[in-house]
């Protein structure tokens, strides 16, 4: 159980374009889920947290106008890099925090951008 | 602002060796403890994880850790490694009392060698 999917989980796109990724929990019902960027050799870096219902709570130095995040329901949540830039090359996961576990985060694959 | 050190950034051990990967959290308050695990091409996948009581938790795949309050440490140990085991693996720490979210560590990359 507590199985998390993202797509696409690679994508190319042109500078100047947006992109979507979706971010689901398919087997349980997240009310918080959160989105990640992973650097080459360095931690995870979160982004921001996306509670449904409500807006995403961003995190220090990450722009909400270009990281468009909305999370409608129990089990979707979508990140929108908007006017993508090369420097937003990066792998970007989502998480989602299953409801009564302390915590505990349920990770998605991950999404490869590459903007040219 | 919180942290969460990992003191090994790559590690090579040979099959059967004993592993421990260090980790150390800044907070002094409640916290959970979490160490997730990457093997190539593959998602974080939870290996552990620390709530309250007993301080010495085991995992899957043979992992246990022990919390440390005093020490601030969360230490991630194997006593005898697989080639299988060769992943990245990182400490995470969720801070209670208002941060409410989850911070990780800059990760270890282990590999084993047959």
């Known amino acids: 159980g507590a199985v998390v999917s993202q797509h696409p989980s690679r994508v190319i796109c042109k500078s100047g374009t947006s992109v979507k990724i979706e971010c689901r929990s398919l087997?349980?019902?997240?009310?918080?889920m959160f989105w990640y960027r992973q650097f080459p050799k360095k931690s995870l870096m979160l982004m921001a947290t996306?509670?449904?219902?409500?807006?995403?709570?961003?995190e220090q130095g990450v722009e909400k106008d270009k990281f468009l995040i909305n999370h409608a329901s129990l089990t979707l949540s979508t990140l929108t890099v908007t006017s993508a830039h090369p420097e937003d090359s990066s792998f970007y996961i989502c998480?989602?925090?299953?409801?009564?576990?302390?915590?505990?985060?349920?990770f998605g694959p991950g999404t490869r951008l590459t903007v040219l | 602002a919180q942290s969460v050190s990992q003191h090994n950034h790559h590690v090579i051990l040979s099959e059967a060796a004993s592993l421990e990967l260090g980790c150390n959290y800044s907070?002094?308050?409640?916290?959970?403890l979490f160490w997730y695990v990457q093997y190539p091409g593959q998602h974080l996948q939870l290996l552990l994880k620390?709530?309250?009581?007993?301080?010495l938790v085991k995992g899957i795949k043979g992992f246990e850790a022990e919390f440390i309050k005093s020490k601030f440490s969360f230490n991630l140990r194997k006593p005898s490694v697989q080639w299988s085991d060769t992943a990245e693996y990182f400490c995470?720490?969720?801070?209670?009392?208002?941060?409410?979210?989850?911070?990780f560590g800059t990760g270890t990359k282990l590999q084993v060698i047959p």
């Open positions: 998480s989602a925090r299953l409801a009564g576990t302390y915590n505990e985060q349920f």
């Open positions: 087997d349980f019902q997240a009310t918080t």
């Open positions: 995470a720490v969720y801070y209670s009392g208002g941060y409410q979210k989850v911070t």
């Open positions: 620390y709530f309250s009581g007993d301080p």
């Open positions: 996306s509670n449904e219902g409500s807006k995403a709570t961003y």
């Open positions: 907070y002094g308050g409640t916290v959970n």
